[in-house]
C-alpha cells in the first residue's frame, strides 16, 4: 500500500490494508512522516525523509505562483501538487524501496500518483484506491504525471520508457448512487470497506 502522508489520504485505506493481512497477505505500508512506524502494520518511507504535505503544498505555492493567481489557478494546485511536485518526492523513494523489497501488487491512494509511476517502471501491477469521486480532473493530474516525466530525474541508470495507462485499475468505494456518471478509468472495481 502507499500514500501520502496525510490523515485523509493515508486512513481511508487502512481498513483495506488491515482486511489484507487478515486474509493473509502480507501488507507493508509505504508512507511519510509522521506515520512512519506509527501505524498497526509495517511500513516504510515512500516520501522524501523530512518532507511534510504541507510542505510539499508551500512549495507548489513557491514554485507557481503565476498559475495560482489565474482565474483557474483553483484547478492549477491540485494539479500541480498531486501531478508534478509529489510524483518526484515518491518515484525514486519508491524505486529504491521496490528494488529492496520488490511487491507483488501496489495499492496506492489515488492522488499518490508516483506510487502508480514507480510500479509501472518496475513491471508491478498497481491499483488506485478512490478518496472521493473521480473527476476528469483526476484523469488530469495522471496525464500531467505521464506527460511531465517528472520521474525521468531520478532514473539513475534505469532507462526511462514509456509509461503504461495510468491508473491500472481503480478501487470505488463510492456507493453506485453518487458515483460521477462521467468516464472512470479502466477496470472499476466497487468496494466497500469493512469496519
Given at each position: ?122 513491471g508491478v501491477r498497481s491499483i488506485a ?16 504525471a505521464i506527460a511531465g516525466h517528472a ?45
Amino acid at each position: 500500500m502507499a500514500s501520502l502522508p496525510a490523515y485523509g489520504h493515508l486512513y481511508p485505506m487502512l481498513p483495506l490494508a488491515l482486511a489484507c493481512r487478515a486474509a493473509g497477505h502480507d501488507v507493508v505500508v509505504a508512507v511519510g512522516e509522521p506515520f512512519h512506524e506509527r501505524l498497526p502494520l509495517p511500513t516504510r518511507l515512500g516520501f522524501s525523509r523530512g518532507l511534510t504535505i504541507s510542505d510539499l503544498e508551500q512549495e507548489v505555492f513557491t514554485n507557481h505562483q503565476e498559475i495560482l493567481a489565474t482565474p483557474d489557478g483553483r484547478l492549477a494546485f491540485p494539479k500541480a501538487l498531486f501531478g508534478e511536485s509529489a510524483p518526484k518526492r515518491v518515484v525514486p523513494v519508491l524505486l529504491d524501496l521496490f528494488d529492496r523489497e520488490p511487491p507483488d501488487l501496489v495499492v496506492h491512494e489515488v492522488t499518490n500518483i508516483g506510487a502508480a509511476v514507480a510500479a509501472d517502471l518496475t513491471g508491478v501491477r498497481s491499483i488506485a484506491f478512490g478518496l472521493g469521486l473521480w473527476f476528469t480532473l483526476t484523469r488530469e493530474w495522471y496525464d500531467t504525471a505521464i506527460a511531465g516525466h517528472a520521474y525521468r530525474w531520478h532514473m539513475r541508470e534505469r532507462e526511462p520508457g514509456p509509461l503504461g495507462e495510468l491508473p491500472g485499475g481503480y478501487l470505488d468505494p463510492m456507493p453506485p448512487s453518487m458515483r460521477n456518471p462521467g468516464p472512470l478509468p479502466r477496470r472499476q472495481l466497487p468496494i466497500r470497506s469493512v469496519a
